[in-house]
């Protein structure tokens, strides 16, 4: 098997042990690629630097939120339930992946947009995915701010009651411990990969939003028996506001699977690369961007792949990388770049 792509082709995508309790709806393309990325390994001069695929899930253009759905939409099958709501910034990429996940599967889907980054104009309020809200037929509710966004909430799911076709409502990102569930299969899904020939890394670097994903790693990864280090990238709050919530959330996660709760030490945070705060790109993200295009062809997005490479970025220039193999968890996002047009151009 060739160096700079590993499919993890012979990793088990069955079911097994605590995972499979819990209903799953099979919606992306899995395992995702581990990419070895020579050329900005070499522009960096320090450790190799590889990618886990994330952005390749295939459904909707792809990206994390995937994952989190198919458990998600498991447990929306299993109640009956025949709406979907959910909610994010009007730029979300789980509300634009939400919405594929319903048209794929037949349900109706509404999703809630407040206003919660600081921008407006034609780009980012009617292109990128937006856009493919749209296109994918979901119903979409642009408003002020996160108040009346739980009041919207509630309407639609007045509405839906009415209608007889009662509502799911998932949170920002898909962020429930059965959500994460997604993540906690991802780990496995990387271990099989590192078993079969992949390098053995000994750390990760993977954005942070609302902690549904690295929640999962983090779980999934003891799971599996494999000790690493996992560097989340905090894109929306401040570390310590992180801290506890993402915390809290891996302790259910590890509860629905029967296993021992993560270390006190388990979950690091950085909010050095955060910026001017949740979608808002950074000097650090922007040049992490232009830096993967123009050495790999590979995107990232504005919002939260670029900051988490900015971090990698960062730790390798300045030696604290290690010196062993390191991987960068591409979560996806690359249709919010149509919305950045301005400061990508």
Not at 52 to 77: H, S
Not at 97 to 122: F, H, I, K, N, W
Not at 210 to 232: K, N, P, V
Not at 326 to 334: I, K, Q, S
Request: with cysteine; hydrophobic share 40%; net charge negative.
């Amino acid at each position: 098997m060739p160096k700079d792509r590993l499919d993890g082709t012979n990793a088990s995508g069955d079911e097994a042990g605590p995972l499979a309790a819990f209903p799953r709806v099979p919606l992306g393309h899995a395992p995702t690629p581990l990419e070895h990325l020579p050329r900005l390994s070499a522009a960096l001069g320090g450790p190799e630097i590889w990618v886990k695929r994330d952005d390749c899930t295939g459904l909707g253009m792809g990206g994390n939120k995937v994952r989190k759905l198919e458990y998600l939409m498991g447990e929306v099958r299993a109640q009956g339930a025949r709406t979907v709501i959910t909610v994010g910034g009007v730029q979300s990429n789980h509300a634009r992946q939400t919405a594929a996940a319903a048209a794929r599967l037949g349900l109706r889907c509404e999703l809630v947009l407040p206003r919660v980054v600081p921008r407006s104009g034609t780009d980012y309020e009617h292109s990128g995915n937006v856009l493919l809200d749209e296109l994918f037929g979901a119903e979409v509710f642009v408003v002020d701010d996160e108040a009346e966004a739980l009041r919207m909430i509630q309407e639609r799911v007045e509405a839906a009651n009415r209608r007889g076709e009662p509502a799911a409502v998932h949170p920002p990102g898909g962020s429930t411990p059965i959500g994460a569930l997604g993540y906690v299969r991802a780990a496995l899904e990387c271990d099989a990969q590192m078993k079969a020939g992949a390098p053995a890394f000994e750390r990760i670097y993977v954005a942070a939003g609302t902690g549904g994903t690295l929640a999962g790693l983090l779980c999934g990864f003891q799971l599996a028996e494999r000790e690493l280090s996992i560097q989340g990238i905090c894109v929306a709050h401040q570390a310590q506001e992180d801290q506890p919530a993402f915390s809290a959330l891996a302790g259910e996660v590890c509860d629905l699977l029967g296993q021992s709760r993560l270390p006190d030490d388990a979950i690091k945070l950085t909010d050095a690369f955060l910026g001017e705060g949740y979608g808002v790109p950074s000097e650090e993200g922007l040049e992490a961007i232009a830096l993967c295009a123009r050495k790999e062809g590979l995107l990232l997005d504005p919002v939260y792949t670029s900051k988490a490479m900015a971090a990698l970025v960062s730790d390798v220039r300045n030696g604290t990388a290690g010196d062993g193999p390191v991987l960068f968890w591409h979560t996806g996002g690359a249709p919010a770049l149509f919305a950045y047009r301005n400061e990508l151009t």
